[in-house]
């Protein structure tokens, strides 16, 4: 499982037992913030510059705060409001008998304890219908919006986005990254996936541990921008994977491209 929550979520969890989007299509039989942040509420495809960027991740790509502490990860995906994330579902919602985080904030390009492009709160959180009511985890992604109380500019306008795309073959050449809950700086990985089951993808990456959840899968990044196309994130099959050398995700589908639409439609 590549998630940690801090104490309070996990006693409250016992007690209570996502302009220019690419995106294809694929059919499948059916299937049933307040983090310690500073005070925080056009599309462009690159971001804005900055001295202060972990030297190989995208600036879209950033970490999930609760309680002070961060345990998820999540990048922006382009939409033309600009302010859309997407994650792993369980990132954002707890699944079958749970409901939605609340006071989770965002940090893009978050390393060492700093947090270059500021806090930025995360609402309007969807996951899928299988997801909430049965944790299925074929369906392991969730979107949410960031806002930041004064924001005179979008997110995306700020970090630049990753293109959603659904639908894609199964074995690509990608970049992955991810925040190990016991680092304060990404992980970064290129490998190639492979199909672990039908809805299901696996990639093969060394120390991608708890925290790396909601971490995008991206193909063809620019040199420049590190900005490319999403085709996962770590997710899924046991929650993303027992073993921080190999990770999972969903297969983004109809479902997942139903998702980006519901979030893009009220963003």
């Known amino acids: 499982m590549r998630v940690r929550r801090p104490a309070v979520l996990l006693t409250l969890a016992a007690v209570l037992l996502l302009g220019a989007a690419f995106v294809v299509f694929a059919t499948r039989p059916p299937r049933s913030a307040n983090a310690s942040a500073p005070d925080a509420g056009v599309v462009e495809a690159a971001p804005a510059s900055t001295p202060d960027l972990p030297a190989a991740s995208s600036p879209a790509v950033g970490a999930l705060f609760l309680d002070g502490s961060h345990y998820c990860t999540a990048s922006v995906v382009h939409s033309d409001q600009g302010d859309v994330l997407l994650t792993a579902a369980h990132c954002i919602h707890d699944g079958e008998g749970g409901d939605y985080l609340a006071g989770v904030t965002f940090a893009p390009a978050y390393h060492d304890g700093v947090a270059p492009f500021g806090y930025w709160?995360?609402?309007?959180?969807?996951?899928?219908?299988?997801?909430?009511?049965?944790?299925?985890?074929?369906?392991?992604?969730?979107?949410?919006?960031?806002?930041?109380?004064?924001?005179?500019?979008?997110?995306?306008?700020?970090?630049?986005?990753n293109t959603l795309a659904t639908g894609t073959e199964f074995e690509q050449a990608i970049t992955l990254t991810g925040y190990p809950d016991d680092s304060e700086a990404p992980a970064v990985c290129r490998n190639t996936t492979s199909r672990q089951d039908t809805f299901q993808l696996k990639v093969d990456c060394a120390g991608f541990p708890t925290g790396t959840s909601g971490g995008p899968w991206v193909t063809a990044p620019d040199p420049k921008t590190r900005l490319g196309t999403v085709i996962g994130v770590i997710?899924?099959?046991?929650?993303?994977?027992?073993?921080?050398d190999t990770s999972y995700s969903s297969y983004f589908d109809t479902d997942v491209q139903a998702l980006y639409r519901q979030t893009t439609a009220r963003a």
Not at 153 to 160: D, F, P, Q, Y
Not at 235 to 244: I, L
């Open 121 to 161: 709160t995360v609402s309007d959180e969807l996951v899928a219908p299988g997801w909430s009511g049965s944790s299925d985890q074929d369906l392991d992604v969730g979107f949410a919006t960031a806002h930041q109380a004064g924001a005179t500019k979008s997110l995306e306008s700020l970090v630049g986005a």
């Open 235 to 244: 997710g899924g099959f046991e929650y993303g994977g027992d073993d921080p």
